[in-house]
Structure formats: C-alpha cells, structure tokens
C-alpha cells in the first residue's frame, strides 16, 4: 500500500479592482511563514480598528488545488500511467516510479551529402547499465507528414527515429563525468573524444581518451593520487589540471600532449607551464584521514575521519557526523578539504572527532547507488550511519561518548 504525501494548500489573494480603478496588489512573500504572519498582523489590527479594516472587505482568497505525491515500488509501470487524475477534479496525482539524472553531453557530427537521412551524434547514456557511459549513435531519419491545421492526435513512437547503431565507447561499474558542469571535447580529424571520469577510483576525477571510431583502450592523461578538472584547448594539443588531494592545496598546471602524429591516442603529457601553485597549510590544519568498509549487503562504502587535534589513547571524545545523504553530492574523494569544509577542521582543533560518510545515495556511483533514496532517504541514510562506527571503533580511530548528527 502506497502512503500519500499531503502538500500544505496555499492562499493567494484574487486581484480586485478598487473604486479608483487600479487593482489590489499580491505581494509576493519568500515563505509561506511570512505571509501567515503578514496575514495575522493584519488580523489584529482588524480587530484593533474596525473601520479600516471594513475598507479591505473585499480583498477575496483563492484555495490552490492540492496534490498528492505516491511514492510507488512498482517499476514496471510505463511513464505514460505516471500522471493520472485523482478522483476529485481538483487534486491531480503524481506516481514517481523511477530515479532520472539530467546531464548535457551530447555532440552532433555534420551530416554528408551521402547520408541526409542519417545522423550520428556522440551522448551519455546510464540506462544501459546502470552506470554513466558514452555512445555513438547513429540514427535514421524519417520523415513524416502531418497536417497541422488539425487537432494533433499522440500516438506512441510519434517523432522517434530508429536507431541504426549504439556504439558503446566505455563501459564498466564507473562513470564518465557528466553533471555539474562536466563536457566533452571531440577530435574529429584524429577521431578521438577527451572526457573526465572515474575509471581509476570513485574517489578521484581524472582527464581521459578514447577512439570513437574504433574504441577499446581508455588512456588517462592526469596523474593518480590527485583528484583533477581539466579543460582541453581548442587544438586539442594542450589541456590545463586544476587539482588537489587531502593533502595537498590546489595547483594550476598546463600540460603539452607530445608524441606521434601517427598514434595521437598514446600521446603523453608533459608539464608546460604552472598557472598556480600550491600553497602551504596552516600550521593548524591536519587533513582528514580516508577510509572504506562494507555494509552487511555487501556495499562498499567511504568515509573521512578528522581526529582531534588533542588526541590521546584510551581517552573519549564527542564525536560529530557530518552527512549529506544525497543524490547529488560527493563528499568524500581525493581533493582538498581546507577551504569549503574547514569549520570541519576547526571542531576537530576544540576536542571534537568529525566523521563524514557518502552513504547510498551520493553522486557518481551509478544509477543504483544514487537511486537507493527513492521513497526512503531517512532510511537509506540510517543504514549507512548505522554500518559506519564498527570499523571505525575496530581500527581505534574513534573512541566516542557523545554522537552529535550534523545533517
């Protein structure tokens, strides 16, 4: 049985026209908190003044439709049976039945004159497998008359093209890079697609290259130990690394591919200039210490610690977790923590031991992975704090008294 989610009904005022003939005014309010007090100030100086509050007599409210959200298991229903009207005309029911993520990759190459009815394109697809990979894709084009002078009538498969071929570029339990910002830059003289991913490590980013012509070998053309965001130039010779670890401040390095024209795809980089370099950490500051385990269904889950800076043996400490939950966020990887999360640091410098988990539902772990919060984040989430201090305790790097929940 699926439980029902009630939205709270809000109160727009309906514009009506005064005797001077401009309308009444709905000022927008941030939250409904603010409106409800603007309206029972406004109630009590109604009370206070009668008369005034006779010349606003005819200020109306309009009560917005309400909906109901049900979250539903059944994932074999098709999208077109996700929206349907309740029973009553003024309630529409939305059923959410699967996890999306929306990201921009996608490249269009020139049609030829040989091939008008084809297009080929290059895209990031994680519903094949579960984990964010691109394909090239070639697709026939069909054309179709409709006349549009009467009412269109949907019918399934309207405006889809078959596809001619799906070309699988990377493949595997990692993802290539295509949120937040993330792209794609595409060689079309050597044949070659550049991309970030996680091919190494989910908990570092690095710049690699592949053949989408004849694909197989991935190259990385970023350093391990570092987690990287790279950005190609326009003759695809050079590429600049903005990167860092745990460890190690941020740096700006420009780096030269050179090699043979004949293999572009082996060509090595070599350092070229430094746009930045990294600077050195507050005599304060001690970086987080990076750790893995595995929950009782077999997932495999990281975590940082931040131990205090008066750390002794045998003796307890407060202890804060610090959780996001998800989707959309990795907490814990390879990249410097100095700057964004340093109050983290500063609770570990007053006696308090922090912990950071990405449990299920964090970013970039494919679609299973981040999918675990649908219609369950609370529990979700608990299951992943719940997994996080026997290994902790069993390796001695936290010895608490007090958890304090830092969501």
């Known amino acids: 049985m699926s439980e029902t989610l009630q939205l709270p ?70 999208w077109s049976n996700c929206s349907t009207p309740s029973a009553s005309p003024r309630r529409k029911r939305f059923l959410l039945r699967k996890w999306l993520t929306v990201h921009d990759i996608f490249y269009p190459f020139a049609q030829s004159e040989e091939k008008e009815d084809e297009l080929t394109f290059l895209r990031a697809n994680e519903c094949k497998t579960g984990f964010c990979h691109l394909y090239r894709v070639t697709a026939i084009l069909q054309r179709k008359m409709y006349d549009w002078t009467q009412p269109y009538v949907p019918s399934k498969g309207d405006f889809k093209c078959p596809l001619k071929e799906e070309v699988a570029l990377t493949s595997g339990e990692w993802e290539v890079l295509a949120r937040h910002g993330y792209k794609i830059w595409v060689n079309e003289e050597t044949k070659l697609v550049y991309f970030q991913g996680t091919k190494d490590t989910p908990l570092e980013h690095h710049l690699y290259v592949v053949s989408y012509e004849s694909p ?30 745990v460890r190690t401040p941020p740096c700006v390095h420009v780096y030269k591919l050179s090699g043979s024209d004949e293999d572009p795809l082996h060509k090595q980089p070599k350092f070229w200039a430094s746009m930045m370099e990294a600077a050195s950490c507050p005599a304060d500051y001690i970086p987080p210490e990076i750790f893995h385990f595995r929950t009782q269904s077999d997932v495999e889950l990281y975590g940082m610690v931040y131990k205090p800076h008066d750390l002794q043996p045998g003796k307890k ?30 609770l570990a410098s007053l006696g308090y031991a922090v912990v950071v988990i990405d449990g299920r539902g964090s970013c970039q772990r494919g679609l299973k992975f981040e999918g675990a919060l649908k219609n369950q984040m609370v529990s979700a989430l608990l299951h992943s704090v719940l997994w996080v201090w026997p290994p902790l305790c069993y390796t001695g790097r936290v010895k608490y008294d007090l958890v304090i929940l830092y969501w």
């Open 9 to 78: 009904s809000l109160q727009v005022s309906e514009p009506q026209v005064k005797e001077d003939g401009h309308p009444w005014s709905s000022s927008s309010t941030p939250t409904l908190r603010r409106r409800r007090f603007r309206m029972r100030r406004a109630r009590n100086a109604e009370e206070q003044n009668p008369e005034a509050a006779s010349s606003s007599s005819s200020k109306e409210f309009l009560q917005l439709p309400s909906i109901e959200i049900t979250p539903s298991s059944d994932e074999d229903t098709p």
């Open 216 to 245: 197989g070998e991935v190259v990385r053309l970023t350093t391990l130990g570092f987690s990287h965001s790279c950005s190609m130039s326009q003759n695809f010779d050079m590429f600049i690394s903005h990167y860092s670890s």
């Open 317 to 346: 400490h407060p202890t804060v977790l610090f959780v996001y939950g998800g989707p959309q966020v990795q907490l814990v990887n390879n990249s410097f923590k100095g700057i964004k999360y340093l109050r983290l640091n500063t």
